[in-house]
């Protein structure tokens, strides 16, 4: 079985989105998510940039952050062809450990605990595919990279990119995509 890797932020779970509404409310603000396009919140109010990032000191605003989107059914169904790993950078935020973990449990109990990878340079990662929002796990990861499309990274060019889960589902479910699969796993 091919096996797919998973990163959390911004990709399953609505890490800037939550990041905006807290920034807003505590800074009183008005920006919208389509502010950040090319660019991160820090890099925007570079003035600020340690009380922006403080809010990832606090688990409980990983532990809150909302599912994107189809993702839970998407990944539920990818479950049933291919061996499903999640792996989030969290060495990057170590307060996140906890939180993080018991938000999949929550959020994605279908999936293997056991497949939950928390670790900072994917590299390690032996997977065939990593659908990642960051152009720079993508860059030290050995197999097929796919960008899941992000307001930070919508100028980077040179991978294949995926918007949302509906075209998660159709990269992945793509019967000549399955057929190849299958039959390299056959001829190996």
Not at 15 to 37: K, M, V
Not at 91 to 109: C, D, I, N, Q, T
Not at 173 to 185: A, C, G, H, I, Y
Request: glycine share 4%.
């Amino acid at each position: 079985m091919k096996r797919i890797a998973i990163d959390m932020d911004e990709v399953m779970a609505d890490t800037a989105g939550a990041h905006l509404e807290w920034y807003n409310r505590d800074f009183n603000d008005n920006l919208l998510i389509t502010d950040l396009h090319g660019t991160t919140l820090s890099q925007l109010r570079p003035q600020l940039k340690k009380e922006i990032d403080r809010c990832f000191d606090n688990e409980v605003f990983f532990r809150e952050l909302k599912v994107i989107e189809h993702s839970q059914e998407v990944i539920r169904e990818l479950s049933q062809f291919y061996e499903i790993y999640i792996t989030t950078a969290a060495m990057e935020v170590p307060a996140s450990f906890k939180a993080k973990y018991e938000w999949l449990l929550e959020h994605f109990s279908f999936l293997n605990n056991m497949n939950f990878v928390f670790c900072g340079n994917k590299s390690v990662i032996h997977a065939d595919y990593l659908i990642d929002d960051n152009v720079k796990q993508l860059e030290r990861f050995r197999g097929q990279g796919i960008l899941y499309d992000a307001p930070h990274n919508i100028h980077k060019t040179g991978y294949v990119r995926v918007h949302n889960w509906g075209e998660v589902r159709d990269y992945f479910m793509d019967k000549e995509r399955q057929t190849d699969d299958l039959n390299v796993e056959k001829d190996g």
